[in-house]
């Protein structure tokens, strides 16, 4: 089989913690001053640009001018996700039908 038919698809990546710090800087902020703007201690929402935490993605996402889901689009992946149960009938699973029958 040729390696091009079994390219995996890659997950969108969220942005890089430098890029979302330069938005920031375009938009005149840095993270310490819209922490401190925000009610937040200094370095608060420092610790959106490492692990999930939603209300200061929002905080940094509304300064930049974009929804969170644009900067961290894998987090919002993980969060959103809604697992879907496909159920198969019993009449046409024939390995159902045989232990049904079998141990029935």
């Given at each position: 089989m040729s390696a091009l038919n079994n390219v995996k698809k890659t997950a969108v990546a969220d942005w890089h913690r430098a890029d979302v710090v330069a938005a920031l800087h375009k938009n005149g902020w840095s993270l310490r001053s819209l922490s401190l703007q925000s009610g937040f201690g200094a370095g608060t929402l420092k610790t959106a640009l490492d692990k999930p935490y939603l209300k200061a993605e929002r905080i940094i996402a509304a300064a930049i001018g974009l929804a969170p889901e644009m900067i961290w689009p894998a987090r919002y992946e993980k969060r959103n996700f809604t697992p879907v149960l496909t159920l198969v009938p019993l009449s046409t699973s024939?390995?159902?039908?045989?232990?049904?029958?079998?141990?029935g």
């Open positions: 024939s390995h159902l039908k045989h232990f049904v029958t079998a141990n």
